[in-house]
């Protein structure tokens, strides 16, 4: 379980620096074009060891960084300071180079580009005048230190084409930071709407149980006392079966009440509640259970935890065809994780979604209501090996 919950923060993690990574694996194709532009220009270099001791350290260095970026988390700073580094070491090969600046073009417009995807407008708009600046500096630097180029005009219009890409690529990454805003707003209002969804139907099921309990389950109770009095006074075979039918109907009845609202859950909370949740599935089913649950408390998602815990051991039970069920339940940060597992048929996780759309309930309910409340359902299953579910709650925002 610790080793499942190392690799979903790993994964959130990886998630989160996504652009830093895409970076990082975008620089060696530009590190492998740059030597290939600069061999085709067969430049006469000014301090060529030097310039092929830069870009062989930049490779080693590109390399590095991506098993570093891809392996652990990645700074906060990884994303601009990698895109620094690039833009310096472009540099640093021109004033090497002399000659190299021109056939190093295409790179000072490609280094403003990987940075307007991250997202971040005054980090685009940053990168791309250093990019334009330091464009024009290396050119003014070698027509200093050989009087027979000169500074070309042309210089001066691939400036010009470079600050309009600096000024596109910023107006590209302002819109699609806007854009991502405006996403997460909407994800947040869907978040609350759902929320607020999940609880009107947790009130709606707490008044409905409470009032099948006060109501028809205590007049079934009391014929069923009176029934009771009555087949001690006049013994009949009649009233011995109407007497059981009205047994059955009483358990049926407490039942239905316990899954609309149970008790356990909201008295003592979630641990106690899938507890309780085993206890019943022992006493219906020959499987033997192995459970490892931690005390989580009362989460606020624990009532979407609790059906999800029921409707997976009901699966197990009537479906499964297994001998053993194991059940782990873990705190993680701010989010609770249950897992349950068992040695069975198992089946093809891709059903759940072609089930929900054909308007089937179960697991593809489980899986849109976790989707749609911020945490996640993930299933492992193949023919005859068994079945993995793990449900991740959504993460929590007061004290736990």
Not at 134 to 156: A, C, E, Q
Not at 238 to 257: F, H, I, K, M, P
Request: aromatic share 8%; glycine share 8%.
């Amino acid at each position: 379980m610790p080793g499942l919950l190392d690799r979903l923060g790993v994964w959130r993690d990886f998630l989160a620096a996504e652009p830093v990574r895409v970076s990082a694996a975008l620089r060696l194709p530009l590190i492998c074009l740059i030597a290939v532009l600069v061999w085709i220009w067969e430049v006469d270099h000014w301090l060529p060891e030097l310039y092929a001791v830069i870009l062989g350290c930049y490779g080693v260095a590109a390399l590095l960084w991506l098993a570093a970026v891809l392996r652990g988390p990645v700074p906060r700073w990884g994303d601009w300071a990698s895109t620094g580094v690039d833009l310096l070491v472009v540099l640093a090969l021109c004033l090497v180079s002399g000659g190299a600046t021109a056939a190093l073009l295409p790179v000072f417009f490609l280094v403003p580009i990987s940075v307007a995807f991250q997202d971040r407008p005054g980090l685009t708009a940053f990168i791309g005048a250093i990019t334009a600046a330091g464009y024009l500096t290396v050119w003014i630097f070698y027509s200093k230190r050989d009087d027979t180029v000169g500074l070309p005009n042309m210089v001066y219009t691939h400036f010009g084409f470079i600050v309009w890409m600096a000024v596109a690529t910023t107006a590209l990454s302002f819109v699609l930071a806007r854009r991502a805003r405006r996403l997460e707003a909407l994800q947040a209002v869907r978040l609350q709407l759902v929320a607020e969804a999940i609880q009107s139907d947790e009130r709606l099921n707490r008044e409905i149980a409470e009032h099948l309990h006060d109501g028809p389950l205590q007049t079934l109770l009391a014929a069923r006392l009176e029934l009771d009095e009555a087949r001690d006074r006049n013994p009949d075979p009649a009233l011995d079966e109407v007497y059981a039918a009205l047994q059955e109907t009483a358990a049926g009845l407490r039942s239905t009440v316990t899954q609309l609202h149970p008790q356990v859950l909201a008295q003592l909370g979630l641990t106690a509640g899938i507890r309780e949740l085993l206890r019943q599935f022992q006493s219906r089913y020959d499987i033997e259970v192995v459970a490892d649950l931690a005390e989580v408390g009362k989460p606020a998602s624990q009532s979407l935890l609790y059906r999800a815990a029921r409707e997976l051991l009901t699966n197990v039970g009537k479906h499964a065809g297994a001998s053993l069920v194991r059940v782990d339940l873990r705190r993680h940060a701010d989010r609770v994780i249950l897992t349950v597992s068992d040695d069975g048929a198992g089946f093809d996780p891709g059903i759940v979604g072609k089930s929900l759309a054909d308007g089937h309930i179960g697991l593809g309910s489980l899986l849109a209501r976790f989707d749609a409340t911020g945490g996640s359902m993930q299933i492992f299953s193949d023919a005859g090996c068994g079945t993995q579910v793990t449900v991740t709650s959504p993460p929590e925002t007061g004290p736990h």
